[in-house]
């Protein structure tokens, strides 16, 4: 998967979601409930083909014939393109920090 505008390339193995896909190669994308409701992961397919690992992710048809996607409950069919101005690369988690004796 690309991660456009910045053009982060993050591998995305089957059965792991975008979104999964995304935090496991630390990477940030907005998120919250990761259950395809909330809809704070919205955002373009670009490019590629997906399918919803549940029968009912919060999107209209009209939205997701503009190519919006949730990528916390998207599956890739393909090599995928999404567009998400906002993924950053995530601080270090916190417990993997080593710190200091001084
Ligand atoms: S995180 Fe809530 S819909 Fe994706």
């Not at 190669?25 to 997906?50: E, K, Q």
């Not at 009912?56 to 069919?77: D, F, Y």
């Not at 567009?83 to 710190?99: L, Y």
Request: charged share 25%; with cysteine; hydrophobic share 40%.
């Amino acid at each position: 998967m690309v991660i456009a505008p910045a053009g982060h390339f993050v591998a995305v193995r089957e059965g792991v979601t975008l979104l999964e896909a995304a935090l496991q190669a630390g990477l940030s994308l907005p998120r919250s409930c990761r259950n395809g409701t909330c809809r704070a992961c919205m955002c373009r397919l670009v490019d590629g083909r997906i399918a919803y690992r549940v029968e009912w992710p919060g999107l209209t048809a009209e939205e997701k014939s503009e190519g919006w996607i949730l990528p916390c409950v998207a599956l890739a069919q393909s090599d995928v393109t999404i567009e998400q101005p906002d993924a950053r690369v995530a601080p270090p988690d916190s417990r993997s920090v080593r710190r200091r004796a001084f």
